[in-house]
């Protein structure tokens, strides 16, 4: 507490010493109340985030280029169905994660958006453990050395298998819409030749 009365946060060092006989301790106080604060606030700005980022089915990942070290958030280990400690966390570990059919598409396009330093953007799907298909799109940016190295890649993972499924389903639907109307198209032809056979 200050004179006053008011409370602060403080950080507290202390360190034994001895000087000759006598023994000492010898301490450091600081006032740590804005920092405490920055922390809070920093706390609280990352489960806003958490919490957004469940809510849009929306993870983000960030990959160190030249360590080959991969960091995903809460939500994309949610959204892959892996748990941290089951992670290598490398680049090699997410393409494994990948279905085997999507490996080397994205594989590709992420090798192209380093290659040609453009943005990488692409849907594929994801095989879980369980058998289940998921379909998430995602998109990342890289950073560049002076060289034109790539050193770090940041980016996006959104769950879009509900949207996906929809979407398959429509077209499934307008197919066989389709293949109806042919039929249709066919038996008309038929009925107006008949009839124009029975004119005749």
């Given at each position: ?14 360190k ?18 804005e ?45 892959f169905?892996?748990?941290p ?11 494994s994660?990948i279905?085997p ?14 290659k ?7 849907v594929?799907?994801l ?8 379909y ?30 929809a ?8 197919k ?13 032809k038929?009925?107006i ?8």
């Open positions: 507490k200050r004179k006053d009365g008011s409370e602060f946060m403080t950080e507290i060092i202390a034994k010493i001895k000087i000759g006989k006598e023994k000492f301790v010898l301490g450091v106080v600081r006032d740590i109340t920092i405490s604060k920055i922390q809070n606030a920093l706390i609280d700005s990352e489960a806003r985030l958490k919490e957004a980022q469940q809510i849009a089915n929306l993870g983000h990942w960030e990959l160190d280029i030249i360590n080959n070290k991969l960091f995903w958030s809460d939500e994309v280990y949610r959204i169905e892996i748990e400690t089951d992670f290598k966390s490398t680049f090699e570990a997410f393409l994660a279905h059919e999507d490996r080397e598409i994205v594989n590709e396009t992420y090798t192209n958006s380093l040609n330093k453009v943005a990488y953007d692409i594929h799907r095989k879980l453990k369980n058998g289940e298909i998921k998430v799109n995602e998109k990342c940016k890289t950073t560049f050395d002076n060289a034109g190295k790539p050193i770090r890649s940041v980016g996006t993972v959104l769950d879009i298998t509900k949207l996906k499924i979407e398959l389903k429509l077209e499934k639907q307008i066989e819409y389709e293949i109806l109307n042919q039929e249709y198209i066919s038996q008309n038929l009925l030749q008949a009839k124009e056979k029975a004119e005749d």
